[in-house]
């Protein structure tokens, strides 16, 4: 029944007529639908009849065949309500995938009806506003600027073999790592049975079993016939040993993945993400397993991230491409004059380059000390040059092979599954950008620009900021205080509110990213009002229901016969949370009313205070309450 079919068109592989051939000769994809990405990284889905495609198919190119209603998706402020349509544009560089419903097999074929998905530009009043548009519009211009750099400075220090001449074109490769939990539908686990796996550390790299197996194996094969070329999936630090029932099948699974695959170029790197989340979610529910891409699905166990990697080669008139992070010596010097611009870069405007990583109430609750996710803006590059290592502490790390320069890039360690990839990658590689030309223009050596990256904090440079140092080789959770950290790397944001004001308080490390034109500001300013929309919503209307949940579920539990002085002292405590948490009186108003009647009257800052009061106190009531169950004895 799968035999013979088509899963991708790659790009540049067929023309127009050729696509056309192949269509006909494929009569099961019945189905073609444009794939734009708002400003959230949400992807647009519609079912147009295949005959449709073909009929028109050039106007599908030029953005005329199909239109769209921009004030459904998270394009705020730019498509109103008044001016909302949207014409869909083409994508024809970037590969284009065939989605099978494998529950709907087409009478005809026997084979399952397909849906051609063609990755798509949104152009509102004839401008591009989409996240596609600007991902692969900034790379021409951090193309264009890169290229000028050579041609300006001839000589680049480290990378003195590169003739400025003999550079053709510039190439950006990015790859992500996907992390995400799986489990039966309707199980839990208790976050006391999950966090002691962790710590033993009997899961990571476990063999899977069961359908877990099965549905890995199911997606690690599919993957391969998309093209995206997957190089590893196992388990992850998170999970619990499943339970086998009476009929001999696993059930209680809730385990943590990961699936790794190819790098890319950058633009059908986020594209491949994409439709490698689609393959999981498939194959995992083929198998009745439930898949969440949630950056902290189970607040006190390892969250989920997705290690975004990225990295700049030079491809030469010759055919021959150059990596311009790798300096000439790879046992003498860890970076280029580039690699340190490109580290230094995204250190120094990170302020502004966080709130598009971690733009939800989510992706906050992940980036939290003792994890291994990152809290602190700062980078390791390892303790020697001639011997690589890896701090899985900091921010955004260099991996590098001292024997194999074109593996050097850097690891950036805060996006998670749903980080919209493709804003993610402009704003990184834009604020590289900036950090490049500092470090060619100002014609320093290779030790100096070393010195720069590594000063101490309060130590003047020529880029980097004064009262901020910027690298550490130490265990940056354990081998410094909250307070060391806060004063050596910045404070990192609590909430979304407080992540977005750094868009305000730093307009000058905006600048950079939206020089060019491609990162607009009113694409930013966009970006931002999307996602303060939806933190106040899923602050009202999803986050206190499910603390309240919390609040009622915490009951009397003791007697006055069986109760000890202990059960007394924790109740009262308990209680005084669940009141102090959900119940007014008189004299005093509650944390749940008080949020809301901060985000009513626009007052974001006592919301967003209010917001961290809440976390801590929902969590002090969830131990207390535990440790009070465990306590209790049947009289």
């Known amino acids: 029944m799968t035999k013979d079919l088509v899963y991708v068109i790659p790009a540049g592989k067929y023309g127009k007529e050729e696509i056309l051939n192949l269509l006909t000769n494929h009569p099961e994809i019945k189905f073609a639908s444009l794939v734009g990405i708002d400003l959230a990284g949400n992807d647009t889905d519609e079912k147009i009849p295949i005959g449709l495609f073909m009929e028109d198919m050039e106007n599908f190119y030029d953005g005329s065949a199909v239109q769209t209603d921009g004030s459904s998706v998270v394009l705020t402020g730019i498509a109103t309500l008044n001016n909302a349509k949207l014409d869909m544009l083409a994508d024809a560089s970037v590969n284009w995938f065939v989605d099978y419903n494998y529950e709907h097999i087409d009478e005809e074929t026997g084979k399952p009806v397909g849906t051609l998905r063609i990755p798509a530009f949104l152009v509102h009043n004839g401008l591009r506003v989409d996240s596609r548009s600007i991902l692969a519009q900034s790379m021409e211009y951090i193309k264009a600027e890169i290229k000028a ?31 995400f939990w799986v489990k039966t539908p ?13 710590v033993l550390q009997e899961q990571y790299w476990q063999r899977t079993r069961g359908n877990v197996r099965t549905a890995m194996e199911q997606a690690i094969l599919m993957m391969s016939k998309y093209g995206l070329e997957p190089e590893m999936g196992h388990k992850e630090v998170g999970g619990v040993k499943a339970q086998i029932d009476e009929t001999g099948h696993l059930n209680h699974v809730m385990e943590q993945l990961e699936i790794d695959w190819k790098f890319s ?4 790197c986020a594209d491949n993400e994409l439709q490698a989340r689609i393959i999981v979610k498939e194959a995992f529910r083929a198998n009745g397993l439930e898949v969440t891409f949630k ?63 971690s733009s939800t109430n989510d992706s906050l609750n992940r980036l939290k000390p003792g994890f291994e996710a990152p809290v602190c803006i700062v980078t390791s590059l390892g303790h020697t040059p ?37 804003i993610a990658i402009t704003a990184i590689y834009m604020s590289m950008l900036d950090g490049i030309k500092a470090a060619v223009n100002s014609g320093k050596t290779i030790a100096e620009l070393d010195a720069e990256l590594s000063k101490e904090a309060g130590q003047e440079g020529f880029y980097l900021e004064t009262e901020r140092a910027y690298r550490s080789e ?9 307070e060391e950290r806060n004063r050596l790397f910045g404070k990192p944001p609590a909430t979304v509110w407080e992540n977005m004001q750094n868009i305000e308080k730093y307009p000058e490390k905006v600048k950079t990213l939206t020089i060019g034109g491609s990162f607009r500001p009113e694409l930013v300013k966009a970006f931002v009002a999307g996602a303060l929309v939806r933190w106040k919503t899923e602050l ?18 003791h007697n006055a016969d069986c109760a000890s002085d202990l059960d007394l002292s924790n109740w009262d405590k ?7 948490l959900a119940k007014d009186c008189l004299s005093q108003k509650c944390i749940f009313t008080r949020i809301k009647e901060a985000v009513q009257a626009g007052d974001y800052d006592t919301a967003s205070a209010l917001q961290i009061e809440m976390a801590d106190k929902v969590n002090e009531l969830k131990v207390l309450y535990r440790e009070y169950k465990k306590n209790m004895i049947h009289c």
Do not use: C, W
């Open 295 to 357: 950056a902290k699905p189970i607040i006190g166990v390892a969250g989920s991230g997705e290690h975004t990697h990225v990295g700049i080669a030079a491809k030469l008139k010759s055919g021959k491409v150059v990596n311009l992070f790798s300096p000439s010596d790879m046992k003498e010097y860890f970076l280029s004059a580039i690699g340190y611009g490109a580290i230094m870069g995204l250190l120094k405007h990170y302020e502004v380059i966080n709130p598009f990583i």
């Open 265 to 268: 170029n950058a633009l059908q």
């Open 149 to 179: 750099l050579f041609q300006s400075n001839g000589k680049i220090a480290g990378l003195e073999h590169i003739n400025a001449a003999d550079v053709d074109d510039i190439l950006f490769t990015a790859a992500t790592e996907l992390e």
């Open 574 to 580: 308990i209680n005084a949370l669940r009141v102090g």
């Open 474 to 482: 130490h265990d940056v959770f354990d081998d410094y205080s909250a």
């Open 540 to 557: 009202l209307n999803r986050i206190i229901p499910e603390n309240l949940g919390v609040v009622k579920e915490a009951v009397l539990l």
């Open 186 to 198: 309707a199980n839990k686990a208790e976050v006391e049975e999950l966090s002691a796996s962790q």
């Open 386 to 422: 001639a011997v690589p290592s890896r701090n899985r502490t900091i921010l955004a790390g260099l991996v590098r092979d001292v024997n194999n320069p074109m593996a050097t890039r850097f690891e950036v360690r805060s996006p998670n599954p749903y980080t919209n990839t493709y």
